[in-house]
């Protein structure tokens, strides 16, 4: 049974910093994409950035220069290093593997960031 437990989630005041991780159970992902999500209050959910397994990143014209994206193979897991926070970035996020048949979500982690 695959799982995809996030931590690192918090309160920040803007400008300040957080790093979530991800780690993922039950299969082997290596070969896929994982990524970051996240859903305000009465908002969509949105891709933030995400990486192939060779290390491709692809981020969301908000967060660029400001979040990085990382993953250990070896280690099945997904980070997000998020520097320069502001309170638009407040929302729920949640980790994410994409198969060819199936999307995994993690059930999300709450980052905060208060003015």
């Known amino acids: 049974q695959v ?11 803007a400008g300040g910093s957080l790093r979530l991780s991800c780690a993922a159970s039950g ?5 896929n994409v994982m990524g970051w999500y996240r859903q305000a209050p009465g908002k969509q959910r949105e891709l933030v950035a995400d990486i192939t397994g060779g290390g491709t990143t692809n981020y969301a014209d908000s967060v660029k220069g400001r979040f990085t994206i990382s993953r250990d193979n070896a280690k099945s897991t997904v980070s997000l290093q998020m520097n320069s926070l502001k309170p638009e970035d407040t929302a729920v996020y949640y980790c994410n593997v994409r198969t060819t048949f199936v999307n995994y979500w993690g059930r999300g982690t709450q980052v ?4």
């Open 3 to 13: 799982q995809l437990v996030e931590s690192g989630g918090g309160l920040v005041q």
């Open 27 to 31: 299969s082997r992902f290596s070969n």
């Open 112 to 115: 905060t960031v208060s003015s």
